[in-house]
Nanobody
């Protein structure tokens, strides 16, 4: 089992920045992916950005150049730096940890990000 604790999120004006953090604990193995998904009510959860334990990254096209995912493997923590936020970035953001060997996904509790003037 892997437990994920998220922090960050909140209300920000368009063009502003926010940083999300997610700390993992428990039975963490490599290789793995850690990253962020988001979900708007009535829509499917979608990948925002993720980073593998080897350093490889994946980004949703709409956030490329604005969001940066990073991780501190010593702390089992993943971050999402979100700049130039837009109203369409408003969603509940979920931290994700994927164990590659088992293909099992673990999820955080979710944190609300609201971009509004």
């Amino acid at each position: 089992q892997v437990q994920l604790v998220e922090s960050g999120g909140g209300l920000v004006q368009p063009g502003g920045s926010l940083r999300l953090s997610c700390a993992a604990s428990g039975s963490i193995r490599t290789p793995n992916f850690m990253g962020w998904y988001r979900q708007v009510s009535g829509k499917e959860r979608e990948l925002v950005a993720r980073m593998g334990s080897s350093g490889a990254t994946n980004y949703q096209d709409s956030v490329k150049g604005r969001f940066t995912v990073s991780r501190d493997n010593a702390k089992n923590t993943v971050y999402l730096q979100m700049n130039s936020l837009k109203q369409e970035d408003t969603a509940v953001y979920y931290c994700n940890h994927k164990d590659i060997l088992s293909s099992r996904n673990y999820w955080g509790q979710g944190t609300q990000v609201t971009v509004s003037s």
